[in-house]
């Protein structure tokens, strides 16, 4: 188990951070959990989470396995960005509150550019969910960000 707090790993913050805890991480895969909350930011009226806020848990688990990396090598947590998704398969509609869902990403690509590929399990009482991820983390995202910002003012 990783004592670290969530958000000294994550690049969110409040109730943004859905994930609760991080049980395991090394060089290629992280291991985290969390106990669906019936009063989240996303939650139905019943405090069950849609299962689409699975590929949400999958990409925080991804930024905790950067933020875990970089906190180990002694860097700061850098920004990073979910660029999207393949094959997304769940075999629920929602994940039923109090249910404990447990998130495993296994990276299996990464480059020196920033451009990673993870392939994510997501497990609980009678839920299984997978989906591949591809995330992107700019080698220095605040010159990025201020790049992005100033091409959308000219």
Not at 26 to 32: A, F, G, K, L, S
Not at 79 to 88: E, H, S
Request: net charge negative; with cysteine; glycine share 8%.
């Amino acid at each position: 188990m990783i004592d670290w707090p969530l958000a000294e790993l994550l690049p969110h913050a409040g109730d943004m951070i859905l994930i609760d805890q991080v049980l395991s991480f090394d060089e290629e895969q992280i291991h985290t959990r969390l106990t669906v909350r019936p009063d989240g930011l996303f939650n139905r009226e019943d405090g069950s989470l849609p299962a689409w806020v699975g590929i949400e848990l999958m990409a925080q688990s991804v930024a905790a396995y950067a933020g875990c990396r970089a906190r180990g090598e002694g860097k700061p947590v850098e920004l990073g960005f979910l660029l999207g998704t393949r094959k997304f398969d769940c075999n629920v509609e929602h994940f039923p509150a109090g249910s404990e869902l447990r998130i495993h990403a296994l990276r299996s690509l990464e480059d020196d550019n920033g451009m990673g590929v993870f392939e994510c399990h997501l497990t609980g009482p009678d839920i299984h969910a997978t989906a591949r991820l591809n995330v992107f983390r700019p080698p220095q995202a605040a010159a990025y960000l201020s790049e992005s910002q100033e091409s959308r003012h000219d």
